[in-house]
């Protein structure tokens, strides 16, 4: 990485120090500042599968923002991707990726994610910043549904130069959304 100036950058501490091809213990600490991150702020509590409910607090007062949410297999995962969150939507069930490095909002990009041999495309669209990408309904109704008893999920966001790649472990699924869905209706 460099400055800008053609120098290298000095390492940066917490998640943006995370890369692929990093030694078991620094992922182990890379998914620790991960976790840390969503929790501050926010009341965290864990799930099975390594899962998270999360429950933020709304500061100009509204409904508080309730996810469940699962960051990436570091040792399978491009250092740009963060997470899955499924979380409460107006509509139901919203699905979204979480990047590091933030794309640009007029982006569009299409999205591929894969259980086993079944595969599905979608476009997505770039919110939060650039660091969130919502998925369409359809992504929603697969987590309800063809993924449940899946262990892993493949993820491919098509931007340039190069596409993100990246695996989020999906096992304990099911439960995780049972939670979300108890969690939404009760806010």
């Known amino acids: 990485m460099t400055d800008g100036s053609g120098r290298a950058a000095p390492p940066r501490p ?80 919203e699905m979204v990726l979480i990047v590091l490095e933030p794309l640009s909002r007029s982006t569009q990009p299409n999205v591929t994610l894969m259980t086993g041999e079944k595969r599905a495309e979608f476009q997505a669209t770039v919110l939060q910043g650039g660091v969130a990408l919502l998925l369409p309904a359809n992504a929603s109704k697969l987590a309800a549904s063809d993924w449940q008893n899946a262990n892993e999920l493949a993820v491919e966001i098509g931007t340039t130069p190069t596409a993100i790649h990246g695996a989020v472990p999906i096992t304990g699924l099911a439960a995780a959304l049972r939670y979300l869905l108890q969690n939404c209706h009760a806010r």
Do not use: Y
Request: charged content about 30%; aromatic content about 2%.
């Open 14 to 93: 917490g998640i943006l120090n995370c890369a692929s091809g990093v030694d078991a213990e620094q992922r182990r600490r890379c998914d620790e500042e991960a976790f840390r991150q969503v929790e501050t702020g926010s009341q965290s509590t864990q799930l099975e599968g390594g899962w998270r409910l999360v429950k933020s607090r709304n500061p100009d007062g509204g409904a508080d923002a309730i996810s469940v949410m699962h960051v990436v297999d570091s040792a399978k995962s491009d250092a740009r991707l963060a997470g899955l969150n499924l979380q409460c939507g107006k509509d139901g069930i």
